[in-house]
């Protein structure tokens, strides 16, 4: 945006401080990157190869629903400004910014809530004006006092845990909000899990391990499993992959979710002994999962642990 419309005279040895600090900054997540095989590439080239098509296809109708249908007049009042106001030359560039942040989430198939950062500084920029144009009008004030409370009421209902448990299935609220329903019953899974590893023989017990599919699942047993004596989740997905190998002297896994298929390529037999279930019928990505025993390895884990890596 800078170059494109300037303001050219800046403070440069600040704006060259700036880069420099940040370049401090990343440099131990650099060196990371680059003695890891540069996982975080990989991780978007699989995203994209993923969900490419489909984040391209909603990431502009998702950008009016953002912030809210309502208050779509006000950040689009705000590029307008940004960009024919004289008195904002010295900030034009924002407008310009937000649009190349458009075409590289779009060329890069992100996730369609990437634009979210610069679209609030441009319904920032909007409020100026829809300001100034409330002046001297009270019918003007109700209308838009109106929208954004109502677009506020909503987004609350949608986003924040307003809505009790209970009754949460039954309201379109999960299939809005995917953060709504995953957090619904984590400490009811974990106990369903922590049942079945302690229905383990003694002898079986002592040594099995505990593998998960994601870190949903990792992250809960982690949180709630040790005062339930369930040991340290290991999972394949993203850098939980990189974090623990099972230890090839292991030969019973309690298996929570899909990950259960992969186990039973390296197992000979791999039973279901329950069935994840949040008891509020909310449709999160758990529910229905199976957890799985699996015995009487055929493979070391050395040579399977890695069909278990996946990037999502």
């Not at 009008?137 to 924040?160: C, D, K």
């Not at 619904?184 to 505990?210: M, N």
């Not at 999972?235 to 992969?262: I, W």
Request: aromatic share 8%; glycine share 8%.
């Amino acid at each position: 945006g800078l170059a494109a419309v300037g303001p050219r005279r800046l403070p440069w040895r600040f704006v060259l401080g700036g880069i420099a600090v940040a370049a401090l900054l990343a440099l131990p997540a650099l060196a990371y990157q680059a003695t890891h095989s540069w996982p975080q590439l990989a991780m978007g080239q699989r995203l994209s190869a993923k969900n490419g098509p489909a984040n391209r296809a909603l990431m502009l109708p998702f950008l009016f629903l953002l912030l809210g249908p309502l208050l779509v007049p006000i950040w689009v009042a705000g590029l307008v400004t940004l960009w024919r106001r004289p008195a904002w030359r010295p900030v034009r560039f924002l407008a310009v910014a937000f649009v190349v942040l458009l075409v590289l989430a779009f060329a890069g198939a992100g996730q369609v809530y990437y634009p979210l950062g610069l679209l609030a500084v441009v319904y920032a920029a909007g409020c100026v004006p829809v300001a100034e144009w409330l002046r001297g009008s009270a019918g003007r004030r109700r209308l838009v006092v109106g929208a954004v409370a109502l677009n506020s009421l909503v987004a609350a209902v949608i986003s924040l845990p307003l809505v009790p448990v209970s009754v949460l299935g039954a309201t379109p609220v999960p299939a809005i909000n995917q953060s709504a329903r995953d957090q619904v019953g984590w400490p009811i899974y974990t106990a369903q899990v922590a049942a079945a590893y302690a229905a383990l023989p003694d002898a079986e017990r002592s040594g099995a391990l505990l593998v998960t599919t994601n870190y949903g699942e990792a992250g809960a047993l982690a949180r709630y499993g040790p005062a339930l004596g369930l040991p340290a989740p290991m999972s394949g997905q993203n850098e939980l992959f990189l974090q623990a190998r099972p230890p090839d002297s292991r030969a019973v896994a309690v298996v929570v979710g899909r990950g259960a298929g992969a186990v039973a390529a390296r197992n000979a037999k791999c039973s279901v002994v329950a069935t994840l279930d949040n008891g509020v019928k909310v449709a999160s990505e758990e529910q229905g999962q199976p957890v799985a025993v699996c015995r009487d390895a055929r493979l070391p884990w050395a040579q399977v642990w890695p069909s278990f890596q996946h990037l999502d």
